[in-house]
Nanobody, 117 residues
């Protein structure tokens, strides 16, 4: 099983990034996918979730209207489009998969997003 994030980096305030989460070793379409983040000195927090078929999404209040979670079940990949980035969005972003029925959890190792001028 692998869950691999990519797309992080350094971006100026107001800029955009798109994170990708490539999954393998499990049946992706049966898993709800989420993005979490952890800023230095803070607890890990849930950013966004998308259900297995992509029919429903949820967002943390802090990112509503700026971030969009999506998935492509044909490519076993989830995405997080991040617009209007702020310095407080700086964190390591983690991809998480949870089995819709099995409740089995898989985590990626994270990708660092730094928002700074």
């Amino acid at each position: 099983v692998q869950v691999v994030e990519s797309g992080g980096g350094l971006v100026q305030p107001g800029g955009s990034l798109r994170l990708s989460c490539a999954a393998s070793g499990f049946t992706f379409r049966y898993y709800d996918m989420s993005w979490y983040r952890q800023a230095p000195g803070k607890e890990r927090e849930l950013v966004a979730t998308i259900t297995s078929a992509g029919g429903s999404t949820n967002y943390a209040d802090s990112v509503k209207g700026r971030f969009t979670i999506s998935r492509d079940n044909a490519k076993d990949t989830a995405y997080l489009q991040m617009n209007s980035l702020k310095p407080e969005d700086t964190a390591v972003y983690y991809c998480h998969a949870r089995g819709r029925r099995s409740k089995v959890d898989y985590w990626g190792k994270g990708t660092l997003v730094t928002v700074s001028s």
